[in-house]
């Protein structure tokens, strides 16, 4: 089974606090998103990264920056944590779209960030 | 842009109904289209994918359809069970590194 982990479930930081949410794939998917869930707004693209050092900004990247040093894992940064980013963090694998492995993504349980 | 779009936001049913949900895409150049669940402060489960040349999946009580030329899909689940109870949420697929554009998602609840 693909297992998709993030660091934390719960998380409460303040404003201003550089905040890193880190998320772990153990298939060797070649691609990783991160998206924000908000009520009424269903998910969002934040960052994706299609490769090691590789990352491509998303619909809503403002306030957030990534990392990926190495292929199974892929971090987001929030540089100077701000209230409006509470939110549901969804962290996702794939493979490359028509190589080997079903086409889907696999999303790990997320990470509520609270920002006071 | 693709935009997607699901009605309705909510539905509540009793236990033993069935029931479909609809998703809306603008963008009929998709790769495929994905109907997930999620329960309460979870992530997302894949339940059926639908490839752009296939018209529907089933899996158990759920049958999935697709309909590209109109920009739409439902979601059909038969017999309802207050397990069912969740959010479901629908995305299309683009060529563009299997990007997904999701929909804001149907809460079903489904009473005993």
């Known amino acids: 089974d693909v297992k998709v982990t993030q660091s934390s479930r719960y998380l409460v930081k303040r404003t201003g606090e550089k905040v890193f949410l880190e998320c772990v794939q153990d298939m060797d998917h070649e691609n990783m998103f991160w998206y924000r869930q908000d009520p009424g707004l269903g998910l969002r693209l934040i960052y994706f990264s299609y490769d090691v050092k590789m990352k491509e900004k998303g619909d809503i990247p403002e306030g957030y920056s990534v990392s990926r040093e190495k292929k199974e894992r892929f971090s987001l940064i929030l540089e100077s944590a701000s209230t409006n980013q509470t939110s549901m963090y969804l962290c996702?694998?794939?493979?490359?779209?028509?190589?080997?492995?079903?086409?889907?993504?696999?999303f790990g349980p997320g990470t509520r960030l609270t920002v006071l | 842009k693709q935009e997607v779009t699901q009605i309705p936001a909510a539905l509540s049913v009793p236990e033993g109904e069935n029931l479909v949900l609809n998703c809306s895409f603008t963008d009929s150049a998709i790769y495929n289209l994905q109907w997930f669940r999620q329960d309460p402060g979870k992530g997302l489960t894949s339940l059926l994918l639908?490839?752009?040349?296939?018209r529907e999946q089933t899996s158990g009580r759920l049958n999935a359809s697709l309909d590209k030329s109109s920009g739409r899909s439902t979601l059909y689940i038969a017999a309802s069970q207050p397990g069912d109870s969740a959010t479901y949420l629908c995305a299309a697929m683009g060529y563009n590194f299997n990007k997904f554009y999701f929909g804001s998602g149907t809460k079903l609840n489904v009473k005993p």
């Open positions: 996702a694998s794939s493979v490359l779209l028509g190589g080997s492995g079903i086409d889907t993504q696999y």
């Open positions: 639908i490839q752009s040349s296939q």
